[in-house]
């Protein structure tokens, strides 16, 4: 497809664009236990980085400054039509959940704090943390996901808009929280959807990389999205935050697991040489964020279930 664009302001995509470019796949399986039909809708849209125009507008809205590499209108989403819950990851809320200070602060700090962590060998990882994590240059989000919440079923008011993720506590049952069951996922279901959709992407500066993308993989029967955050601030830090949304299409259980993991960059540099790795080979698996995120300590962990039959 043809795309001449003449300006930084000329409308794009138009809608119909954004239509054409949209993936979606319907699913439906048994009966659920409400007695209805448990369909979701899974879509996806991959389009060029955003126009400058686009991503001025998106910076004055979010407040800081925009990765070098915005996909804007990419997006991966859940639905369940029956009860209006929808799960969407899009790269403007993903940015807005980046830590935010002073715009002319940041700059500054930026170059300053740059400089002086080159000295931060000895630095324990909650004192790197604090050398990066008010600095939004690194564009370390902890987005899961923007939900929107679905009808109960009650005859309208308040009793329609109660369903939506949650823990334990916050929901008020004292039933276990269901983790996702991985043995059900090992199984060599054929895979009827799937799409990885970048949100956005920075190499912070030439000084390593920043990067939240969206997987998902959809079976007959269950669904897997895998969102992951992945920075790497070369002689510094290592981060990954990882949230996985299962789906089973046959009981309409939504299952949420936010992980965050990280460690000093010398510390992992450190465990890939004790695998036995040459320089060239732990170079290739710096880039990697999937040989990394194994070898990463937890540092948060958050699970949340969610019913829609």
Not at 106 to 118: F, P
Not at 136 to 158: C, H, M
Request: hydrophobic fraction near 40%.
């Amino acid at each position: 497809m043809a795309l001449h664009v003449t300006s930084t302001r000329e409308p794009f995509p138009t809608p119909s664009l954004l239509g054409q470019a949209t993936r979606t796949h319907r699913t439906a399986a048994a009966q659920g236990g409400g007695g209805q039909l448990q369909l979701f809708e899974v879509s996806s849209r991959k389009l060029p980085i955003s126009k400058s125009g686009a991503i001025d507008d998106m910076c004055e809205r979010v407040g800081v400054p925009i990765p070098e590499m915005i996909f804007g209108d990419n997006l991966v989403s859940v639905r369940h039509p029956a009860s209006g819950w929808a799960l969407e990851f899009a790269a403007e809320a993903a940015l807005d959940r980046v830590e935010k200070t002073d715009r002319g602060m940041l700059r500054v700090a930026h170059a300053g704090e740059w400089s002086s962590s080159r000295e931060l060998g000895a630095a324990s990882a909650a004192g790197i943390r604090q050398v990066v994590k008010p600095f939004d240059w690194s564009y370390s989000s902890d987005y899961r996901g923007s939900e929107t919440a679905g009808g109960s079923g009650g005859d309208g008011g308040e009793e329609q808009q109660k369903k939506r993720l949650g823990g334990g506590s916050s929901s008020g049952s004292s039933e276990p929280l269901k983790p996702i069951p991985l043995e059900l996922l090992k199984r060599r279901d054929p895979i009827l959807f799937f799409d990885e959709v970048v949100l956005y992407e920075s190499e912070l500066d030439d000084n390593g990389i920043s990067l939240y993308s969206v997987k998902v993989r959809v079976m007959e029967h269950r669904m897997l999205l895998l969102a992951r955050l992945y920075m790497r601030l070369d002689g510094v830090l290592v981060r990954v935050r990882d949230t996985r949304v299962y789906v089973d299409f046959d009981t309409g259980d939504v299952i949420r697991e936010y992980t965050a993991k990280e460690d000093k960059f010398e510390n992992v540099k450190r465990n890939l040489m004790m695998k036995g790795m040459l320089p060239d080979a732990i170079t290739t698996a710096l880039r990697d964020s999937n040989q990394v995120a194994e070898l990463l300590p937890v540092v948060e962990h958050d699970l949340e279930n969610l019913n829609l039959a």
